[in-house]
């Protein structure tokens, strides 16, 4: 387990609200960072609107370049260019070690404080597994239903 790492990826632009609650959920006590023996960095990947580079964007850089963490590293990195949410998912992280780990959140996310034990259970258990292209704390629907009632009853 020596040398592993875990990245928090967050794709973010301009809700600087939304961005700070993520990171307060992140803060939480019991998400026990050291529980695993790695370091856990975060990396600020904002996009640049297509207007440019306006207020809200420079206080969220500023924010973030000011975020104390006292787990691993935090980056802040801003795109060149817009490059919209899809774009920003596919380009967010690609491990630099094979051991290392990884999860990319959006800004308007917020983390229980298990969600740190449950993802690196997920990779001990089926990182191994050629059939498994990732994990995700996300719950989607994969039947879309036709109308509110139906979500309602569920």
Known sequence: KEG???TIVILTMNRLHSLQRLVQSLMH???HYDMFGMQV???FHIDRPKNG???LVLDLIRWTMNISWPYGNVNSLVARENMG???AWFQAWKPAKVNDRAIIL?????VSPPWFRWINGAYDAYASDRSIAGFSLYRQDLIPLKDKQKRQDR
């Open 106 to 110: 959006e800004d308007d996310a917020e």
């Open 29 to 31: 006590p019991d998400c």
């Open 85 to 87: 949410l899809r774009d």
């Open 53 to 55: 580079i306006d207020n």
């Open 41 to 43: 960095n975060i990396e």
């Open 4 to 6: 592993r790492h875990f």
